[in-house]
């Protein structure tokens, strides 16, 4: 079946501008995942959706970045006044949920992000 | 706070050698995953594979093994005879649960880069 899916694949911006990266998940899966790898700081979790409800968001960088999830679906990261330290790849993932136990999180392919 | 170490940044080998890749964690919590991805040069996470902290049985699957050791907090990936195609990027992860749902976030280490040398 089809995977995780994520666009645009590559997003050049300048310094300032809003940027929208979405994130299809797998179809039936109710939990959505925002992760970004960058040089310096490895892989890190931004935010998880379960649903449309984003419990957490403590761990986006800044209160310029935000994420929102409609129908239980398709999600969009939206960074406004982008600066050069947010250039990036931003990985989505979802999976299935359960109070019994995870369930492993499948990856797109990435958002490349470059601020200039 | 949780932590994942991926001490080997870059290793190489030629390839049919044996390779093990070092994943050394931390934790206070009593129950969690661990996991292995690979991410190739397309740049795709791939699962590779999930254990929980109750079950220490080591686990192979074809060329791939896996060594869960909770007394040294480490859980080791060690590829048989390699080959070409197993030149990527391999993160070990930890995970949290962060929701009665079982959502959990993830905790990467750095990565190793393995290179397979024909």
């Known amino acids: 079946g089809a995977g995780v899916s994520q666009s645009p694949s590559n997003k050049v911006t300048e310094k300032g501008k809003d940027v929208e990266l979405r994130c299809d998940p797998i179809s039936g899966h109710t939990a959505l995942y925002w992760y970004r790898q960058s040089l310096g700081q490895g892989l890190e979790f931004l935010i998880y959706f379960q649903g449309n409800s984003a419990p957490d968001k403590s761990g986006l960088p800044s209160d310029r970045f935000s994420a929102e999830r409609t129908g239980g679906s398709v999600s969009t990261l939206t960074i406004q006044r982008t600066q050069q330290e947010d250039s990036a790849v931003y990985l989505c993932?979802?999976?299935?949920?359960?109070?019994?136990?995870?369930?492993?999180?499948?990856f797109g392919p990435g958002t490349r992000l470059t601020v200039t | 706070a949780q932590k994942v170490t991926q001490a080997q940044t870059e290793i190489s080998v030629v390839e049919k050698e044996d390779v093990t890749l070092d994943c050394v964690y931390e934790?206070?919590?009593?129950?969690?995953?661990l996991f292995w991805y690979k991410q190739p040069p397309s740049g795709e996470l791939v699962f590779l594979i999930r254990r929980n902290s109750f079950d220490e049985q080591n686990e192979i699957s074809g060329r791939y093994s896996w060594n869960f050791q909770k007394s040294t907090s480490s859980f080791n990936f060690t590829i048989t005879a390699s080959q070409v195609v197993d030149s990527a990027v391999y993160f070990c992860?930890?995970?949290?649960?962060?929701?009665?749902?079982?959502?959990?976030?993830?905790?990467f280490g750095t990565g190793t880069r393995l290179t397979i040398i024909p």
């Open positions: 934790t206070r919590d009593t129950t969690y995953y």
């Open positions: 993932a979802s999976s299935l949920a359960s109070t019994q136990f995870p369930y492993e999180q499948y």
């Open positions: 992860a930890l995970s949290e649960v962060i929701s009665n749902f079982g959502n959990e976030k993830l905790t």
